[in-house]
């Protein structure tokens, strides 16, 4: 299986959105940065071996997010300081 250039972007995508969704400032802001950080750091990778290993590393964590965005959607915190509406 080759990974196109078209599918990582719509994963990094997909991760960002579902990343996106966590009602927590801290989650959020946590997992919009380890999803940034990950592709960046990884941007060079040329081996298609490797770029097919993160790619179903990244499909793993997506459907990862998605649990945890539903389980932390069903037990809200409240809303910290920085998230107050003005």
Do not use: C
């Not at 940065?33 to 040329?46: G, L, P, Q």
């Not at 071996?49 to 997506?62: A, D, M, P, T, V």
């Not at 959607?73 to 107050?84: C, G, M, N, S």
């Amino acid at each position: 299986m080759t990974v196109s250039k078209s599918s990582v972007l719509k994963l990094y995508k997909a991760l960002i959105r579902e990343g996106s969704k966590f009602p927590s400032y801290n989650y959020r802001m946590y997992t919009l940065r380890r999803v940034r950080d990950a592709f960046h750091e990884n941007k060079t990778t040329t081996d298609p071996s490797k770029i097919e290993e993160l790619y179903k590393e990244g499909l793993s964590n997506l459907e990862i997010i998605k649990r945890q965005v539903v389980v932390n959607q069903l037990f809200r915190p409240e809303k910290l300081i920085i998230e107050a509406e003005k």
